[in-house]
């Protein structure tokens, strides 16, 4: 279910979607009175009973209860057409995730993160709440940096409401999952500081602790294997790092630090240089004991003998380990009367397990290049499938960024012709498909400009044979020299002669010219013809793809947004009822507005009566 722009929630009014993610969509809201705007989160991964609406009601209350710099505000909440939607702060700075993507974070920068993600999960933890789902995905950036943790309790929502006939089911995301969760073990604040430690261990090292190229892999690494430690990818980290990170990863709960701050203070000693307090402890990891531990606690896995480090992969095996995923897994040690149906349980695991990542693999966007050795100046059609329907986006050439705009249609593909500049650099290029955010990416080659065809070989023209005639009947070639030896026929003794054969001439190559590059297509514009505060607005669009549109009008901090379906052309004009809410005052303070389209930007016009 989608929510048309306009639409009002509460004191809120939807204006467009800015995001996609496993609990739902989410808008771009504004509170017209208080000028503030936020961002409504639809959860459609919620089932609609009366418990879980009541479920979702009490853990809003809860979560909007907390007042903390590193934590989302809520700002609303309630349900609309039955469905849970949450109001939120809007944080315009990107996530952690993306950061991470772009460029490698310094340790300086990763440990100023670290202190507000551990601020903001210790205070939580102090009020009983536990995030469950801590990923750099979940934390958002301010524009100064600040991290701010987004999403709190959402999973335990999930949880409780979409696999709640799952025995032993528990909610996460694998890459950052603690070994209880995987367990579907009691879950407490010791997951969240294990999922921060894991962040920690990505920033400094670049890699995940567990890189596999299956979900499966990963999820059984949590549980039974040890990660290579950090200064194992990075030299220099040393054993310190090493010692406060490992017991941070720790598979017992129990043993891991007590608070994310006192991680994190460690930590901090421990890139100084100066030694952390009580990490000794975790150098040596003490022989399993039979008598103090059942079977089956997710602590005897840590104590078992390391079958062996985990080798780097590729970062090609982590979108696999970084969905949001619902498991339900077996003990981990069975007891010998519970074998055979465990097994059976076992197996079932793994069959749906298997059936979520090819459904994954096989809804996973996708793109591709018509050609991937290219000249400047040639046309590359570029094809994405399955993104969001109707998707605005635009594909990047890299590495000066040349930029194409796009519209996906409605099943989500996208089919793009893209102009290979003349002045690119001949080299290997990236070619990337980006909508909230840069997803899919390939490899241009760009070679010489211009390489000839074969040609033609130019072959002597046949000589004519001479008849046997005793005279020669054929005329002489003006052109040509008579033989020295050639006498006067008729005289008495002559020989039959003929006349010399002229010398051949060499046909010239051909070089076929090659033919006329097609004429490239203009990118998309927008143009404000006019805009009338109490009669209509006319927006000219050239060279749009087509499709639905949605128009803001900006003027000043006042935007309005409407939709319009907008017919494909050179030059489309569509013209609309004004909305209510901009002003114009006398001369000479004649406000200006403008409108955007997506990523496409008008120019300015004075706002008239």
Not at 195 to 217: D, K, Q, R
Request: proline content about 11%; some cysteine.
């Amino acid at each position: 279910m989608s929510i048309e722009t306009g639409t009002r929630l509460g004191q809120y009014e939807v204006q467009d979607l800015i995001g996609q993610g496993a609990m739902g969509v989410v808008y771009r809201a504004y509170h017209v009175q208080l000028a503030r705007t936020g961002a409504v989160k639809l959860m459609h991964a919620l089932t609609t009973d009366a418990d879980t609406i009541a479920r979702f009601r009490r853990e809003a209350q809860a979560i909007a209860q907390m007042r903390h710099p590193n934590i989302l505000n809520v700002f609303d909440f309630g349900e609309y057409q039955g469905t849970p939607y949450m109001i939120v702060e809007y944080v315009p700075g990107g996530s952690l995730a993306s950061q991470l993507r772009q460029e490698p974070i310094d340790r300086a920068s990763a440990m100023k993160y670290l202190r507000g993600i551990a601020a903001g999960l210790d205070y939580a933890h102090s009020l009983g709440i536990v995030h469950r789902d801590v990923k750099p995905a979940n934390v958002l950036l301010e524009k100064d940096g600040t991290p701010v943790i987004a999403d709190f309790g959402l999973v335990k929502l999930l949880q409780a409401s979409s696999v709640r006939s799952m025995t032993g089911a528990t909610t996460g995301t694998p890459a950052y999952m603690a070994p209880e969760q995987v367990t579907g073990s009691q879950i407490g604040p010791a997951a969240d500081r294990y999922s921060l430690a894991t962040i920690a261990y990505e920033m400094l090292t670049g890699a995940i602790p567990f890189e596999g190229e299956g979900l499966m892999e990963v999820l059984y690494a949590q549980v039974h294997r040890e990660p290579p430690t950090p200064s194992a990818r990075v030299p220099d980290l040393g054993p310190r790092v090493d010692a406060v990170i490992m017991r941070g990863l720790d598979k017992d709960p129990k043993a891991r630090w007590e608070s994310c701050e006192a991680f994190v203070t460690a930590l901090g000693q421990a890139l100084a240089g100066a030694a952390p307090p009580a990490v000794e402890r975790t150098v040596v990891m003490a022989p399993p004991v039979a008598a103090t531990r059942p079977l089956g606690h997710p602590a005897a896995a840590a104590s078992t003998p390391n079958a062996g480090a985990v080798a780097a992969r590729p970062k090609a095996g982590a979108d696999a380990a970084s969905m949001t995923v619902a498991i339900a897994a077996p003990a981990i040690e069975p007891r010998p009367s519970h074998r055979r149906r465990n097994a059976i349980a076992a197996a079932v695991l793994v069959l749906l397990l298997l059936l979520g990542v090819l459904g994954y693999a096989i809804t996973r966007p996708s793109m591709s290049l018509s050609a991937n050795r290219v000249h400047p100046g040639d046309l590359v059609l570029v094809n994405a499938k399955r993104l969001p329907a109707n998707q605005i986006g635009e594909i990047q050439l890299l590495s000066q960024v040349y930029k194409f705009p796009f519209r996906s249609d409605a099943n989500g593909n996208v089919t793009r012709q893209v102009e290979v500049p003349n002045d690119i650099e001949i080299g290997s290029h990236i070619v990337r498909v980006c909508w909230n955010g840069c997803r899919l990416q390939a490899t241009l080659r760009v070679v010489g400009s211009g390489v000839s065809l074969a040609s033609p070989t130019g072959n002597t023209m046949p000589t004519p044979s001479v008849g046997p005639s005793p005279t020669a009947s054929t005329s002489p070639n003006p052109k040509s020299s008579p033989s020295p030896s050639a006498r006067p026929s008729g005289g008495p003794g002559a020989s039959p002669t003929s006349n010399p054969t002229p010398a051949p001439s060499p046909t010239p190559k051909l070089t076929p010219s090659p033919p006329p590059p097609p004429p490239p297509t203009p990118s998309p514009t927008i143009t404000l013809v006019s805009i009338s505060s109490t009669g209509n607005t006319t927006v000219t669009f050239h060279y749009y793809y087509g499709g639905s549109a949605t128009i803001t009008i900006h003027q000043g901090s006042t935007t309005k947004s409407v939709t319009r379906s907008v017919a494909p052309g050179s030059n489309t004009q569509v013209t609309f009822a004004t909305p209510a809410g901009f002003l114009v005052t006398a001369p000479p303070l004649v406000p200006q507005a403008y409108v955007t389209v997506g990523s496409l930007t008008s120019n300015s016009v004075n706002v008239t009566l």
